[in-house]
């Protein structure tokens, strides 16, 4: 980081486009490069240009929709970022929220991920946020449904007419590396504008650097109340089985196997309460714990990343044919060099 450098964050669900938004800026960022969906770590990028005079620092995110993280594992790694980074006295220029107009409808997880990005944000950051629908087709017939897609977004209390109403602008993103520039520049605009060009803290950021718990924060708690609803609907359904098991030893031609159905989903339900009261428990951490733990972490998924690129190296070799020309398998395998040297730039990136 330098003085006068732009931090913009990138927010958005797996596959709305963030990584692909960033390298219209970036040379290190690389879309769907397929690390991101197992490392799932906030990445920094540095732009190759100027944009209004400032150097862009674009941070890049993983969503609140990871099929192997929950949301409390992945607020961790944002929240850690940016507090850290707050405590560093780096402040955000603005943030940009990507959302995929080709999906047909808004679905829970993306409801999920619109909510959050909000309390992550807090109304009191509107005038610094982006809200940009990505993924537009060519085609003019889907064009005219995806407008309608985005009108609708734009005008809906469930989606973003709060965070419009607030400051938020809404844009359409379906001209590449053009449009991509309008918005950063828009950002950069208000930023200049509205806060000196000395940049803004997002809620979770100055509530932490406050103090607070990750489940004190506004979007911690926001994740807190999902999981306190699972665990709420996982106790009716224990409720319901008891009754069940209770019934079934009563019967007057006791079946075993019967019970031995319920007992074992008996068992998974309290096995899967236990996991939600875990998340719950992760949520616990101020900032000095959230750090202690999340330098451990790393240093395990970089571990994990690395043996993992290492496997793929040798499925590679082990797996191709005989009579496949070298130079191929070696060019394969330069290609795994290439994702495991990303990663590490990524992960020195992080520090910045
Ligand atoms: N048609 C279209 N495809 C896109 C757009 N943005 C990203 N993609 C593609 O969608 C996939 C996921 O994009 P990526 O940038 O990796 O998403 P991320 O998970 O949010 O980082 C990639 O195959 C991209 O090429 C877009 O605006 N339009
Ligand atoms: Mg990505």
């Known amino acids: ?21 960033i390298s219209y800026f970036c040379d290190t960022a690389a879309a769907g490069h397929g690390l991101r969906s197992v490392t799932a770590l906030v990445e920094a990028h540095v732009s190759r240009e100027r944009i209004r005079g400032r150097r862009v620092i674009f941070v ?13 594992e992945v607020l961790r790694e944002i929240a ?41 944000c807090g109304d009191e950051s509107m005038a610094s946020v982006a809200l940009v629908t990505t ?15 985005h009108d609708e977004l734009v005008g809906d209390d469930a989606f973003w007419r709060g965070m419009v109403q607030r400051g938020a602008r809404a844009f359409k993103h ?30 979770v950021q100055r509530e932490m650097a406050g103090g607070a718990t990750l489940d004190r924060t506004a979007v911690g708690a926001a994740i807190e109340a999902r999981i306190e609803a699972m665990q709420a609907a996982y106790e009716s359904q224990l409720g319901d089985l008891r009754r069940e098991l209770d019934e079934a030893r009563r019967a007057r031609q006791v079946n075993e196997r019967k019970i031995g159905e319920i007992v074992e989903e008996r068992r998974a339900l309290e096995d899967r309460l236990r996991d939600e009261q875990r998340k719950r428990h992760r949520l616990r951490v101020d900032l000095d714990r959230l750090r202690q733990e999340r330098s451990a972490d790393l240093q395990r ?15 590679i070799i082990a797996e191709s044919p005989l009579d ?10 330069q290609r795994e060099r290439g994702k495991r040297r990303r990663y590490e730039q990524g992960q020195k990136c992080f520090v910045m």
């Open 1 to 21: 980081m330098r003085e006068g450098d732009a931090v913009i964050a990138v927010m958005g669900m797996t596959g709305s486009g963030k990584s692909t938004f």
């Open 60 to 72: 890049d995110t993983p969503g609140f929709d990871d099929t192997t993280r929950s949301n409390t």
């Open 80 to 120: 850690s970022w940016l507090a850290d980074t707050y405590a560093h006295d780096i402040k955000l220029a603005g943030a940009v929220y990507l959302h995929g107009i080709q999906m047909p409808r808004v679905g829970g997880s993306a409801h999920t991920n619109m909510r959050l990005f909000r309390e992550l």
């Open 135 to 149: 993924h537009w087709s060519r085609s003019s017939e889907e064009r005219v449904a995806q407008q309608q897609r």
């Open 174 to 203: 379906d001209r590449g590396p053009t449009s991509a520039r309008r918005i950063v520049e828009y950002l950069l605009g208000r930023d200049a504008d509205v806060n000196g060009g000395r940049g803004i803290g997002l809620r």
């Open 301 to 315: 998924e970089a571990e994990n990343v690395r043996h993992m690129l290492e496997e793929r190296i040798t499925a």
């Open 324 to 333: 496949l020309d070298p130079r191929v398998v070696r060019e394969r395998v």
